[in-house]
């Protein structure tokens, strides 16, 4: 399991690549997480989220944007998911912390999910997926 | 130049139809030669892509700061017809009227040269970066008339002076808005950031007027050399970015069932006349109005803090202007002759109005509007007026900033946080931000060249230019 950021000018493009589908989903939340709030990131807290979408482009940009909403409204910063996927319904538990301004300030805003660009392709190696953040 | 892309006159291009498939208009965009060299194959195919909407007149426009965006390209501008035409959220983007004002002092640079303890205190007192909160609260009742009013709300709420809404664009409040097609999620994001700053490339600069090009203008506008301003550059917050991801998910089913082809999954649309595309506009102009009422709340603690530091008074920092860059809206403009209603969408462009436009205050009529460039951290920023030339060909639009050339990626790999602030000191610029990563980030090496950028603009003449100011401290998120 592994990301990587992607050369693009305007925004930030992240390359994830994973052996599960679930795997990938928990693998761009935490680089989402990252370019956000950094490495230094508690697991204090769960939240549980539950999306559904009509395809898994959609249903990665829909759990994404629930995140993002979830963590500003209520706070929180989160360290790692549990994902767990039935056909296009996502369930998760969200392991987290309450934002600290010392340790979470200094990472971009990720303002939403594009959908240009985004693409999951699946072969013999595994999961791969190329996702936008508007940052 | 990019294979495909034709040369029809100074700094001006045409992308032919055909460049992609089902094209109903030609591409144009305004370059020159050397900032040909830095465009993407990705921005043009994009600016190609809008050009296949449909209901889409004339052409399908990009300025000089034009690059690879989603949905529309960065620097794009495109007019649908109001009756066959559409409107998408890919050609605002999330952060739906991100836009920059300028805000006079009676101040002269030699009083605030220097001063660091200055550009701490705005650095602690307006709430930038990640996670930030403001310290003006707004109630849930308040966000109400916030959607609605826009900076006229923040006005009355003791947040600025009657004069400031002369000086805004659409007088600081779209009236189109409607606060039923925002979500609750939308209203809950907006509750806490009014007054806050954000990351990425938005700021807050103390600037000096160092050059004027255009006395009559400048003195029109209210600029004199060596005065400091202080140049706001934010938008709607987290508010603005649910909108735009509530309704590209609601307009991606009215894509299909409105039977649209799109090139683009962030192109998704609705004709203007759709109950879709009409919820857009409606959650889309309050989000607007959010961004202006938190422009003038930042407005209001920045003038707070140099009142108190200076012992100026508030009533002596008056307004230049403030314009939107992300935004659609419906204007009339001439087409063939004939005066026509469009939806005009700016995706990182500003409105230039020339003079005698509607929405330009008596004392402005003859001159046409200010126009706000920021440049990027540490360099020079620029005041042009709009033209008839604007009016003519792009749908009264101009550029917005210099536009990105390098990635996060790169501008990480080959800059130094720390590097930077140091050469920018040396430059008489302080710099206060959060994190090194915010620096780097925004860099002067990672964008083209303003003055570049500029020039197009003024040789062409959708725009002229009025004054430059350098920058002499700046807080970023």
């Known amino acids: 399991m592994s990301f990587e950021e992607i050369s693009h000018t305007a925004d930030i493009k992240i390359r994830a690549r994973a052996p599960t589908l679930e795997a990938l989903f928990s693998e761009t939340f935490n680089a989402m997480m990252q370019i956000m709030y ?76 594009s959908y240009s660009g985004l693409e999951i392709k699946h072969d013999a190696n595994g999961y791969m997926l190329d996702i936008i953040f508007d940052v | 130049m990019l294979e495909g892309v034709k040369q029809i006159g100074v700094n001006e291009w045409e992308v032919p139809i055909g460049y992609v498939a089902g094209m109903r208009v030609p591409g144009r965009f305004f370059l020159s030669e050397s900032l040909g060299k830095t465009l993407e194959p990705g921005a043009v195919q994009q600016l190609a892509n809008v050009a296949t909407l449909p209901g889409i007149v004339k052409n399908s426009l990009a300025m000089p700061d034009i690059h690879w965006g989603y949905g529309f390209p960065i620097g794009g501008v495109a007019a649908f017809s109001v009756d066959e035409g559409i409107i998408s959220p890919g050609g605002v983007g999330f952060d739906i009227n991100c836009g920059v004002r300028l805000l006079s002092t009676p101040l002269q640079y030699k009083d605030v040269t220097g ?79 009014g007054g806050t700053l954000g990351s990425g490339n938005h700021f807050l600069e103390v600037q000096v007027v160092h050059e004027i090009f255009d006395p009559a203008a400048a003195k029109t506008f209210g600029l004199t050399l060596g005065q400091v301003c202080c140049m706001i550059h934010c938008g709607s917050r987290g508010l603005g970015h649910q909108v735009c991801t509530d309704h590209l998910k609601a307009l991606e089913s009215a894509t299909r069932k409105y039977q649209i082809a799109i090139p683009d999954r962030q192109l998704a649309c609705a004709p203007l006349t759709s109950p879709e595309g009409m919820a857009y506009f409606g959650a889309m102009a309050a989000a607007a109005n959010y961004a202006w009422a938190n422009r003038q709340m930042i407005t209001h603690t920045t003038r707070q ?94 550029c917005h900033g210099a536009g990105r050339i390098m990635s996060r990626t790169q501008a990480k790999k080959k800059l130094r946080g720390k590097e930077i602030v140091a050469n920018l000191l040396k430059e008489g610029i302080i710099v206060r931000a959060h994190s090194d990563n915010a620096i780097t980030d925004e860099a002067p090496d990672v964008y083209k060249s303003s003055d570049e950028v500029v020039n197009v603009v003024h040789e062409v003449g959708i725009s002229k230019l009025v004054a430059r100011l350098s920058p002499i401290g700046v807080i970023k998120g």
């Open chain 2, 305 to 398: 803090v140099l009142a108190k530091m200076f012992r100026i008074d508030y009533e002596e920092m008056p307004l230049i202007y403030d314009v939107a860059h992300n935004v659609a809206k419906i204007e009339e403009h001439v087409l063939e002759g004939k005066r026509m209603k469009v939806c005009v969408h700016r995706k990182g462009a500003t409105r230039s109005f020339g003079p005698g436009s509607a929405d330009l205050p008596t004392d402005l009529e003859s001159i046409g509007q200010p126009v706000i460039i920021p440049g990027s951290m540490g360099t020079s920023s620029f005041i042009l007026r709009g033209t008839q030339i604007a009016m003519d060909r792009t749908f009264g639009s101009t």
């Open chain 1, 38 to 113: 950094g490495t230094n990131r508690a697991s204090e807290i769960v939240r549980k989220i539950r999306v559904e979408s009509s395809d898994d482009e959609s249903l990665i940009a829909d759990f994404l944007s629930e995140v993002l909403f979830i963590s500003e409204v209520e706070s929180l910063v989160f360290s790692d998911a549990s994902i767990n996927l039935d056909g296009l319904c996502l369930t998760a538990d969200l392991r987290g912390e309450l934002f600290d301004p010392v340790r979470h300030s200094g990472g971009s805003e990720v303002k939403g999910i």
């Open chain 2, 115 to 193: 001063r660091r303890d200055l550009i701490d205190e705005l650095f602690r007192t307006v709430p930038t970066g990640v996670g930030a909160k403001s310290a003006l609260k707004v109630s849930q009742q308040a966000l109400e008339s916030m959607v609605v009013k826009g900076a006229q709300w923040a006005v009355k709420a003791g947040y600025g002076v009657e004069r400031d809404l002369m000086r805004c664009e659409e007088g600081g409040f779209m009236k189109t808005a409607d606060s039923h097609a925002l979500s609750a999620k939308a209203k809950q994001r907006g509750v806490p950031q």
